[in-house]
């Protein structure tokens, strides 16, 4: 008999332990990203969890103290995400999110802005009187070349050497803009697109389309005329490249600034509005972070 209970007993604790190395748990069954990825957390008995989206690549994270999480980038369609710890396996859902837009078009014209900066103020501001009234000399051209052809011809080479002159200045502006550019193409995932001492931008590209664009700024820069500066027009660009007004948002921004100079030990995000774009603000000890999504 004293056998047979000793016997039980490895049973009882050999069973115990094997479904102790299989706890799995989240804390949520559906997740909606937030800023650009959804956040899986859960506890794991296992030393490592494994996880795969939607049948792709298995990817797998370290299990601290219990405890796991892993990031799911935010896409335009649900998502779902196997999880496994030993033997233990478990199924959740990342809600899908709209997207900004494509991301090559809002490349295309964020860098063109971007160049913009770079040209000098006479040049920039004779650009823009340009672009305004390009239909209306585009008539006047074509109504003088009926009365006095001389004089159109005289015109048009007159505006071919003009605009000759600009595409140079527009390739010098480009030379010196090159960091602060944004890749014409990208891989999808979540990485940064341009890395300066001034600003990160990162974004979540998915299937080309821009799912989300976070600006991260080191809070030293901040208490520099030039740091300043250089995030005030990133941020201002990137903003009008979403079509958000960005007067109304950085006026708001300006307010969150102050409120988290009061606690600089703050983390806690705070949501701005603005044409259908959310910006998220967000500090940590020594950078600030802006997350623009739909």
Not at 5 to 32: E, H, I, M, P
Not at 98 to 122: E, R
Not at 176 to 188: H, I
Not at 229 to 243: D, E, I, P, S, V
Request: aromatic share 6%.
């Amino acid at each position: 008999m004293k056998k047979f209970l000793l016997g039980a007993l490895g049973l009882l604790a050999l069973t115990l332990a094997g479904c102790s190395n299989n706890q799995l748990t989240t804390k949520k069954n559906s997740y909606r990203p937030t800023a650009l990825t959804a956040v899986v957390k859960g506890n794991a008995s296992a030393k490592r969890v494994s996880y795969q989206i939607d049948n792709g690549k298995k990817q797998s994270v370290k299990v601290k103290g219990g405890a796991y999480f892993f990031q799911v980038p935010a896409a335009t369609k649900d998502q779902t995400v196997k999880i496994t710890a030993g033997s233990a396996k478990k199924t959740i859902t990342v809600k899908k999110v709209k997207a900004l837009g494509n991301y090559k078009t809002l490349a295309a014209k964020y860098n063109q802005m971007v160049i913009g900066t770079y040209l000098p103020a006479k040049v920039q501001k004779q650009l823009q009187t340009a672009q305004k009234t390009q239909a209306a000399t585009k008539k006047k051209l074509t109504a003088l070349a009926k009365t006095d052809p001389v004089a159109a011809a005289a015109a048009i080479q007159q505006q071919q050497a003009a605009a000759k002159q600009l595409q140079a200045q527009m390739a010098t502006a480009k030379k010196k803009a090159k960091d602060s550019l944004l890749p014409t193409t990208t891989k999808d995932g979540v990485k940064n697109l341009t890395d300066t001492k001034y600003t990160t931008v990162r974004a979540n590209v998915q299937d080309g389309k821009l799912m989300g664009i976070a600006m991260i700024t080191p809070t030293k820069q901040m208490k520099t005329k030039t740091g300043q500066k250089k995030f005030g027009t990133t941020f201002a660009l990137l903003g009008t490249t979403l079509k958000a007004k960005p007067k109304y948002v950085i006026n708001k921004f300006e307010k969150v600034l102050k409120d988290a100079k009061k606690n600089s030990s703050s983390t806690t995000t705070k949501t701005i509005e603005s044409n259908g774009i959310r910006f998220n603000t967000g500090f940590s000890t020594d950078h600030l972070y802006i997350y623009m999504t739909k």
